[in-house]
């Protein structure tokens, strides 16, 4: 058994000799290099690449005969939208302009750039029919069901001859 000698024996400071990093919190740590990473994206990549696409919020809503998709794109013009159906996905890209603004600004936290918002549709919807509206800086896109789709209301007829009484 003398052959597993156990670390603690070892007091000449090895344990000591582990990297310094880890004497800090690794979570500051880990913030700090998100930070320098999507700062380093962002020198990088200029703002203007299509790559780093955001996605805008989104509500879908479903009545008995369509699809509704609403979705926030405060002010967005209609000519700066694009919306396609590509078999049975639904994507929407555009772009935000920036602003041109006077004087210098103090803390920016709307998206601008190139958007792009995916939606897989379910199978049975009328890719056809599919249509968009804006107002108020919100796109509803409305995606009609096919008739396969739609509740059918089945009339229940009542059988005339009621000569059995279950009592």
């Not at 919807?125 to 209301?153: C, F, Y």
């Given at each position: 058994?003398?052959?597993?000698?156990?670390?603690?024996?070892?007091?000449?400071?090895?344990?000591?000799?582990?990297?310094?990093?880890?004497?800090?919190?690794?979570?500051?740590?880990?913030?700090?290099?998100?930070?320098?990473?999507?700062?380093?994206?962002?020198?990088?990549?200029?703002?203007?690449?299509?790559?780093?696409?955001?996605?805008?919020?989104?509500?879908?809503?479903?009545?008995?005969?369509?699809?509704?998709?609403?979705?926030?794109?405060?002010?967005?013009?209609?000519?700066?939208?694009?919306?396609?159906?590509?078999?049975?996905?639904?994507?929407?890209?555009?772009?935000?302009?920036?602003?041109?603004?006077?004087?210098?600004?103090?803390?920016?936290?709307?998206?601008t750039g190139a958007f792009e918002y995916r939606l897989r549709l379910?199978?049975?919807?009328?890719?056809?029919?599919?249509?968009?509206?804006?107002?108020?800086?919100?796109?509803?896109?409305?995606?009609?069901?096919?008739?396969?789709?739609?509740?059918?209301?089945?009339?229940?007829?009542?059988?005339?001859?009621?000569?059995?009484?279950?009592?």
């Amino acid at each position: 058994m003398g052959m597993t000698t156990p670390v603690r024996c070892h007091r000449g400071g090895t344990m000591q000799e582990r990297p310094l990093g880890w004497a800090r919190n690794p979570l500051t740590e880990f913030d700090q290099l998100l930070s320098e990473m999507s700062g380093l994206i962002e020198s990088t990549v200029g703002g203007a690449a299509p790559a780093v696409a955001w996605t805008p919020l989104a509500d879908v809503t479903e009545s008995d005969d369509a699809f509704y998709i609403e979705i926030d794109l405060p002010g967005v013009k209609n000519k700066d939208i694009d919306v396609e159906v590509n078999g049975q996905e639904l994507v929407v890209t555009g772009e935000i302009k920036e602003k041109e603004r006077k004087g210098g600004l103090r803390r920016g936290a709307r998206r601008t750039g190139a958007f792009e918002y995916r939606l897989r549709l379910p199978g049975e919807v009328d890719t056809e029919k599919i249509n968009g509206q804006m107002s108020d800086g919100v796109l509803t896109i409305t995606v009609p069901k096919a008739e396969v789709a739609k509740p059918r209301h089945v009339e229940i007829s009542e059988k005339s001859e009621s000569t059995e009484s279950s009592g």
